[in-house]
């Protein structure tokens, strides 16, 4: 279904984007929901992220601004729309990734008029980048959020990736660097997976 029927020119390009994002919902992640029903998607992955920046930036080493960091999260993911979902710790898919999702970017953003279009990849690429105070936080987020729901899933995607200590530990120092206070928990999660012999 088209919008021929707009005659906005600007508006038309704005529907058909929003149309086109609606692909987020039937990309599924690697992560289970915290009932282990079924995998997540990446919009409900983003929406989650949305809500821990408004509740966690309190735990931030640094005051953040919390507008900009959520618009971050809730956009980060766009571009798997067309570049998939790579399963953190998947070594080998992680060689591409990087190409794969710059040419998602140029495809998905380009939908748009070049003012929206540079705005939403800025925060994409900010995202990415992982220079400022707000994309580190959003990081720890992205990071943070998947631990917790390997923690009330029995390890379930560790136990499925064979991932080993040292691989979420790595992946997690991010949060280490950018907040002492969730870094506990990440600790309090591993320690626990260590000890029943998931993550050796």
Same mark, same amino acid.
């Given at each position: 279904?088209?919008?021929?029927?707009?005659? @906005?020119?600007?508006?038309?390009?704005?529907?058909?984007?929003?149309?086109?994002?609606?692909?987020?919902?039937?990309?599924?992640?690697?992560?289970?929901?915290?009932?282990?029903?079924?995998?997540? @998607?990446?919009?409900?992955?983003?929406?989650?992220?949305?809500?821990?920046?408004?509740?966690?930036?309190?735990?931030?080493?640094?005051?953040?601004?919390?507008?900009?960091?959520?618009?971050?999260?809730?956009?980060?993911?766009?571009?798997?729309?067309?570049?998939?979902?790579?399963?953190?710790?998947?070594?080998?898919?992680?060689?591409?990734?990087?190409?794969?999702?710059?040419?998602?970017?140029?495809?998905?953003?380009? +939908?748009?008029?070049?003012?929206?279009?540079?705005?939403?990849?800025?925060?994409?690429?900010?995202?990415?980048?992982?220079?400022?105070?707000?994309?580190?936080?959003?990081?720890?987020?992205?990071?943070?959020?998947?631990?917790?729901?390997?923690?009330?899933?029995?390890?379930?995607?560790?136990?499925?990736?064979?991932?080993?200590?040292?691989?979420? +530990?790595?992946?997690?120092?991010?949060?280490?660097?950018?907040?002492?206070?969730?870094?506990?928990?990440?600790?309090?999660?591993?320690?626990?997976?260590?000890?029943?012999?998931?993550?050796?």
């Amino acid at each position: 279904m088209d919008f021929e029927f707009v005659e @906005n020119k600007r508006l038309k390009k704005q529907l058909e984007f929003l149309t086109e994002i609606d692909k987020m919902k039937n990309v599924f992640r690697r992560n289970a929901l915290v009932d282990a029903s079924r995998r997540e @998607n990446d919009a409900e992955h983003s929406w989650h992220l949305a809500l821990y920046v408004m509740l966690l930036n309190e735990h931030c080493s640094e005051k953040i601004d919390v507008e900009h960091t959520v618009k971050m999260v809730v956009c980060h993911d766009l571009i798997e729309i067309y570049a998939g979902d790579t399963f953190a710790y998947d070594t080998d898919g992680y060689k591409d990734k990087k190409e794969r999702e710059a040419a998602s970017a140029d495809r998905l953003f380009s +939908l748009l008029d070049p003012d929206q279009s540079l705005m939403l990849r800025s925060l994409w690429e900010e995202f990415e980048e992982k220079a400022t105070t707000e994309s580190k936080f959003a990081n720890a987020c992205d990071r943070l959020q998947p631990l917790l729901h390997n923690y009330l899933t029995d390890g379930l995607t560790w136990r499925e990736g064979n991932v080993k200590l040292q691989q979420v +530990l790595d992946r997690m120092d991010i949060i280490r660097q950018i907040s002492p206070g969730l870094w506990h928990i990440v600790k309090g999660v591993v320690d626990a997976y260590v000890q029943n012999g998931v993550l050796k």
